[in-house]
């Protein structure tokens, strides 16, 4: 397996549990493990000091880089240089959430490559959520989950959340006729996708169960997250231009902020989207 691992770490409680969780996720891989941190160069020391015990089963794959600067665009372009196929990083949030404009928000909203924010500790085996919708987005996510070697010792659940179109009506639109019917048909299509899924998550050795809820995406998966204890949610990402950021965000950066656990962000490479618009935008979030 192929797995080029960046792992980004400030030396904070976050990174160490970032740190604790990372041999697992490059086992079953030769490729070296590129520990970097943003800091100047007696502090990195430290740093690196204090992370190499977490570190001591893969030391041999190490490769140590400081950089300078501001850590969300030094992580970002050594990610690119490096062609990551994974960052990791630790949440320094409070209280499980994550601080808007955080450094692993940043991250996570514009590195070419899927982002893992890692929260606290992990059950053993990892009780991992997937959110499944009718986009290729959730398609990807679930795809990438199959390639970590996580996966065979996960309890993987597949959630899918559909709008609550009678509440809807209710509320706003006050056409009741047919909502019933509509709501039904997407409850359809959702246990179809779930069946999909279910089947390639067989085919990989994991037997994965599923469940439809209904209401805001990101509400209800931080929601399902809570009931069941979940470690770990994978949600995957797609671009968002400026103007869509402000007036309806994202599934996953809602997810993101709000979660009480890990979230691995599984987006498209930067070079695979189809705007030059978009890939600007991209590129400039990472100031914000």
């Known amino acids: ?43 990195a020391e430290e740093i690196f000091r204090r992370t190499a015990p977490l570190l001591e089963s893969i030391s041999w794959r190490l490769e140590k880089r400081v950089e300078h600067g501001d850590p969300a665009r030094s992580i970002i372009r050594v990610a690119e240089e490096s062609a ?3 960052v990791v990083l630790g949440s320094r949030g409070r209280a499980g959430l994550l601080a808007l404009g955080s450094v692993a928000e ?29 986009s290729e987005h959730s398609e ?18 597949l959630l899918a959340v559909v709008p609550n179109l009678r509440e809807v009506a209710r509320l ?8 019933t019917t509509l709501d039904e048909q997407l409850r ?7 069946a999909v899924e279910t089947a390639r998550f067989a085919a990989a050795g994991v037997g994965a169960a599923s469940e439809i809820r209904s209401g805001d995406p990101s509400v209800g998966i931080v929601g399902a997250a809570v009931d ?28 993101l902020h709000n979660a009480p656990c890990s979230v691995l962000v599984v987006r498209e490479s930067l070079a695979a989207l189809p705007l030059p618009s978009c890939r600007q935008a991209a590129a400039g979030a990472a100031a914000w």
């Open 1 to 43: 397996m192929k797995m080029r691992v960046l792992f980004a770490t400030d030396g904070s409680a976050g990174s160490a549990a970032a740190a604790k969780l990372l041999p697992q996720l490059v086992r079953g891989s030769a490729d070296p493990v590129l520990l970097l941190t943003v800091a100047p160069a007696e502090t």
């Open 84 to 86: 990551a196929d994974l």
């Open 106 to 134: 940043r991250v996570a909203r514009t590195a070419h490559c899927p982002v893992l924010v890692v929260r606290g500790e992990h059950h053993h085996p990892m009780r991992v959520m997937v959110g499944i919708d009718a």
């Open 140 to 157: 990807r996510a679930a795809a990438f989950l199959r390639r970590l070697p996580i996966l065979p010792s996960s309890e993987v659940r």
């Open 172 to 179: 706003h639109l006050r056409v009741p006729s047919g909502v």
């Open 188 to 194: 359809e299509e959702a246990r179809g996708r779930l």
């Open 228 to 255: 069941e204890g979940t470690d770990l949610i994978v949600v995957g990402s797609h671009c968002l231009l400026p103007i869509e950021r402000i007036f309806v965000g994202s599934v996953s950066e809602e997810t």
